[in-house]
């Protein structure tokens, strides 16, 4: 019995050390943009979006990781996600689209970010029009992966 509850405790404390772990990330809606622009974060880790009063968050479809939820928020409210999969996100603030309102989460080491980075290019490329905007924010990240490397 004695080394069941040994096995659980240790169990428990690993699990609670992985979710005590997790990070909170604030980021903050300034006039037309986001402060900061671009996020490093682990999987599992929080990212809240403060000062919101006439600004939303919304995931790009195209620009997301495969299967991920789509993300929506109220304009005017004050938000906080946690990012459990993988990958580079691209997110907009949808009333301020047009003056280039955005940001990119990059979720986890990306072994392959350059190239992921690179396909969404692609994508606002051949789609363009209600993703051009996206075009100047991804070399901007590019800008800043590379400065990381």
């Known amino acids: 019995m004695k080394k069941i509850s040994g096995l659980f405790l240790i169990a ?6 992985l979710v005590a772990s997790a990070e909170d990330t604030t ?11 671009f996020i ?5 880790d929080k990212v ?13 479809d195209e ?3 495969e299967g991920t939820e789509k993300i929506m928020t109220t304009v005017g409210d004050d938000v906080t996600l946690t990012f459990d999969k993988p990958g580079i996100y691209v997110y907009k603030c949808t ?12 979720v ?5 970010a350059m190239e992921t980075v690179n396909a969404y290019l ?27 490397s």
């Open 95 to 106: 009333p301020h689209w047009g003056a280039r309102m955005g940001g990119v989460i990059m």
């Open 122 to 148: 692609e994508t606002v490329g051949a789609q363009k029009g209600n993703l051009l905007p996206a075009k100047g924010l991804l070399k901007k990240f590019i800008k800043e992966l590379e400065s990381r």
């Open 12 to 17: 428990f404390l690993s699990l609670f050390s």
């Open 40 to 44: 490093f974060i682990e999987a599992g």
């Open 63 to 65: 620009l997301v990781p």
């Open 27 to 37: 980021v903050k809606a300034v006039g037309v943009q986001f402060e900061a622009a």
């Open 108 to 112: 986890g080491q990306q072994d392959n």
């Open 48 to 60: 809240s979006w403060e000062n919101m009063n006439s600004h939303n968050v919304e995931s790009i």
